[in-house]
């Protein structure tokens, strides 16, 4: 090509990254090199050894992050989970229902089954609202398959009580209505 003429400056372009594939080709495969070039490319001698990193001393300093990992809760933890300020009566109190459904929070598969429909009188522990719903509730213990006449709970939901570590006595719930009156 022929350089231009009208005496603008021409812009050469940058060196290449690597040399010149020949001539590391011919380095590697042991091929004599021009002397001209030989001071470019240094070569081995049996005398030097590589020295190697010391990963330990580098200036990157190390970082350890440590995630707290949540302690499992018991069945009774994860059921007053689900009680919003939750209000514990000094003594059982005696309240009466035209009909009422008597639930229970089964805490292991997280679910709030109803155990059954009763009327009459029954006792409350604590007042609470339950969480997710913002109804108030009363808890109201339970003697499993005795109390409030539902003496007659499916095998399948007496064996999810024992799995969620309940035996005689459970705590269960009635939501306050207009049908749920102190005595």
């Known amino acids: ?80 989970t689900q009680q919003i300020s939750r209000t514990i009566f000094d003594h059982n109190r005696s309240y009466a229902t035209a009909s009422s459904e008597l639930w229970w929070y089964d805490p292991v598969n997280q679910q709030h089954v109803i155990l059954g429909t009763f009327t009459g009188n029954f006792l409350a522990q604590a007042q609470f609202t339950l969480r997710g719903q913002g109804v108030e509730a009363l808890e109201v213990p339970y003697n499993v398959n005795v109390s409030y006449g539902l003496t007659a709970l499916s095998p399948a939901l007496v064996a ?5 570590g309940g035996k005689d006595w459970i705590e269960t719930y009635v939501f306050i209505t207009p049908n749920v009156a102190p005595r």
């Open 1 to 80: 090509m022929e350089a231009l003429q009208n005496g603008q400056v021409t812009r050469s372009l940058p060196p290449p990254a690597i040399p010149a594939p020949t001539v590391r080709a011919a380095a590697v495969a042991g091929v004599p090199i021009p002397t001209e070039m030989t001071a470019a490319i240094p070569t081995p001698t049996s005398q030097e050894t590589p020295t190697p990193v010391d990963v330990q001393t580098s200036s990157i300093p190390e970082t350890t992050f440590v995630l707290s990992t949540p302690l499992p809760l018991s069945s009774e933890q994860r059921w007053r």
């Open 160 to 164: 999810r009580v024992r799995a969620a």
